[in-house]
């Protein structure tokens, strides 16, 4: 029982640990700017690319998921 929480605790603070370091380290957005100048405008950063999607750049993330869907696999027994 112990382990099947601590399994989904970890699971999901890995996910969100993910998402915040996805969001948190850039702008998603510039301030508005005339349409001429700009005809295109998205709410995504210049040269984004999916680099921040990285196992490198979100190690943390991806251990503290694996970790918790260890436990929530064998945590079930």
Not at 4 to 32: D, H, K, N, V
């Amino acid at each position: 029982m112990w382990a099947t929480l601590a399994g989904a605790l970890l699971f999901i603070s890995g996910l969100l640990y993910m998402a915040w370091e996805a969001l948190g380290r850039r702008r998603l957005s510039e301030p508005p700017q005339p349409a001429e100048r700009n005809p295109k405008q998205t709410l995504e950063p210049r040269g984004q690319g999916l680099r921040f999607l990285s196992p490198l750049r979100n190690w943390l993330g991806v251990a503290l998921m694996l970790v918790g869907g260890i436990l929530l696999l064998f945590g079930m027994r």
